[in-house]
């Protein structure tokens, strides 16, 4: 992992990279940060060896290596595979974890730093996904079975669980208020300072002038969308988010979607399906009472559910937009 | 006023006996209820512990994709009740993530922030 370093702040940020984005951990005691560094270290370590499709040893490579059979499993998977299968309930299907062969048929079958300046290929057939409801989960037995040719990919849920863990962690242990962000899906937990902890929104986690700045005090928020993690497949542009129905990545509806939720899991979980959604996705938030800023490939801003006007609203859509 | 007849050993013995064999069966019969109340407490919260905890309903490999969207039952097969177990253990182990099947909204919805930044939310 690369070195860390401290922001040369006040607000106490420690910065550090993995699974190929930026890591942020901010505590609102000073003296909690060591602790927090070690926190965060060690679940993004067990996140890695539960959830990494590209570490051969991992507990999902074994899994979809062994597709068409029954895998004894680790009830830290277990339990990674039961918050997908919620996820997966309670978006329709639309945030699926069979997506990995998928994925790997677009080329996506190693670390994407390894394939952000294109793949050889072409663009394959649509084809629906295997399907979460395809998955076999004996909890007694600590076993997963996945479709013969099926292969899970659990990155939307992975990485906003770390957050949500690593923000509990730190606050039920440490004592004091955290943020947590990984590659833009932010965990808070604990006291918040009296502000609010504040955050950006824009199209990437790496902006440091972004459009709009919300304050939050609990929970997660999280943005997804299609304008980055894409890469050259042959000829054409893919990117990460794919439709389960085709197997391909969803057609451009919304640049980016972030969404506010009682946890980074469900935020991520609401912000991802919302893109998958496209049209549909403003009224499926408000009917959830979700606040969400989606961002349409026009340029143009809807807002659902009561997250605050900002000077970039300019809109298209429904009622929830301006 | 009628004299009393002392009471022969034969009939002292046979109303002790009876009283005995009264006893044993009220025994008998208490403890049979106790069983069948058991099994019946048994399966109540059997039932209530599936709806309760609905979890993952295992198929099988031909199953529709979720795309498709069919639904799922909750609760009755043996695996959903392995699940429940899951569930549970899961909250118990400190999952942060909500343990609602549904997504649920933040308890505050996010304001207009008053200061800078401290990280940004966005694609990665």
């Known amino acids: ?322 | 006023m009628a004299q009393l007849t002392p009471a022969t050993a034969a009939s002292v013995n046979r109303r002790a006996k009876a009283r005995r064999d009264a006893g044993l069966n009220r025994l008998s019969t208490a403890t049979r209820s106790v069983g069948v109340a058991t099994v019946v407490v048994a399966g109540l919260l059997a039932v209530y512990l599936g709806r309760a905890f609905p979890g993952h309903h295992a198929t099988s490999s031909a199953a529709a994709p979720a795309s498709a969207g069919t639904s799922v039952s909750a609760g009755t097969s043996a695996s959903s009740t392995s699940t429940a177990t899951s569930t549970g253990s899961a909250s118990s182990a400190g999952t942060t993530g909500s343990t609602s099947q549904s997504i649920t909204p933040a308890t505050q919805p996010p304001a207009r922030a008053t200061t800078p930044p401290v990280v940004s939310s966005g694609v990665s």
């Not at chain 1, 951990?25 to 959830?51: F, K, N, Q, W």
């Not at chain 1, 099926?150 to 509990?168: C, E, P, S």
């Open chain 1, 1 to 322: 992992m690369p070195a860390a370093r401290l922001a040369p702040s006040r607000r106490l940020v420690y910065r550090t990279r993995a699974w190929s984005t930026g890591v942020e951990l901010m505590v609102t005691d000073p003296s909690c940060l060591v602790g927090a560094t070690t926190i965060l270290h060690d679940e993004i370590e067990r996140m890695d060896l539960l959830a990494s499709r590209f570490r051969a040893h991992s507990e999902i490579s074994r899994v979809n290596r062994g597709a068409g059979s029954e895998v004894r499993v680790s009830a830290g998977f277990v339990e990674l595979m039961a918050v997908a299968d919620r996820v997966a309930r309670a978006t329709g299907g639309a945030v699926d974890p069979t997506v990995g062969a998928a994925l790997c048929r677009l080329g996506y079958d190693r670390d994407f730093a390894a394939i952000a300046d294109g793949v050889v290929g072409e663009l394959p057939s649509p084809a629906p996904v295997a399907g979460w409801r395809s998955v076999e989960i004996d909890v007694v037995a600590g076993t997963v079975t996945i479709p013969p040719g099926a292969a899970l990919d659990l990155g939307a849920t992975a990485k906003a669980l770390t957050a949500d863990r690593v923000a509990d962690a730190v606050a039920r242990r440490l004592g004091c208020g955290v943020l947590v962000s990984l590659g833009g899906d932010v965990a808070v937990a604990g006291s918040p300072p009296p502000e609010g902890f504040s955050v950006g929104v824009g199209t990437h986690w790496s902006e440091t002038d972004p459009p709009v700045a919300v304050s939050i005090r609990s929970g997660g928020l999280a943005t997804s969308g299609i304008s980055a993690r894409s890469w050259r497949l042959g000829r054409s542009v893919v990117h990460h988010l794919l439709d389960p129905m085709t197997g391909l990545p969803v057609a451009p509806c919304w640049s980016t979607v972030a969404v506010a939720a009682s946890s980074c899991v469900d935020a991520n979980a609401a912000s991802t399906a919302a893109v998958v959604k496209g049209a549909s996705a403003v009224s499926w938030l408000e009917s959830l009472g979700l606040s969400a800023r989606l961002v349409a490939v026009d340029g143009s801003v809807s807002l659902a559910a009561g997250w605050p006007d900002d000077d970039a609203v300019t809109g298209p859509e429904s009622g929830a937009s301006r």
